[in-house]
């Protein structure tokens, strides 16, 4: 059975930073393209970072140069580092892989003074 947890979410300062982790298991994780994606209240969910198997990362236009996306397959774990927050980066985030339908629960990020 497939699992990915997600934590590391929390309230932040705008300009703050978080780092997220989501730690996977069931599945041969060193083999899998691994995504952030997140959804804020009344919008549809959005992809935020990728990386691949091979460590080759994508990003978002809203967010490259403020996100770093990374993985440890000792660890089954995948991480979003979040810098230079904005409250438009509010959303419940989630890691995951669309194409086998892979997601966790995600975890609530919150950018506000």
């Known amino acids: 059975q497939v699992q990915l947890v997600e934590s590391g979410g929390g309230l932040v300062q705008p300009g703050g930073s978080l780092t997220l982790s989501c730690a996977a298991s069931?599945?041969?994780?060193?083999?899998?393209?691994m995504g952030w994606y997140r959804q804020a209240p009344g919008k549809q969910r959005e992809w935020v970072a990728t990386?691949?198997?091979?460590?080759?990362?994508n990003y978002a236009g809203s967010v490259k140069g403020r996100f770093t996306i990374s993985r440890d397959n000792a660890k089954n774990t995948v991480y979003l580092q979040m810098n230079s927050l904005k409250p438009e980066d509010t959303a419940v985030y989630y890691c995951?892989?669309?194409?086998?339908?892979?997601w966790g629960q995600g975890t609530q990020v919150t950018v506000s003074s």
């Open positions: 990386i691949q198997d091979n460590g080759i990362t």
């Open positions: 069931g599945i041969i994780f060193s083999a899998y393209v």
């Open positions: 995951g892989n669309p194409g086998y339908n892979y």
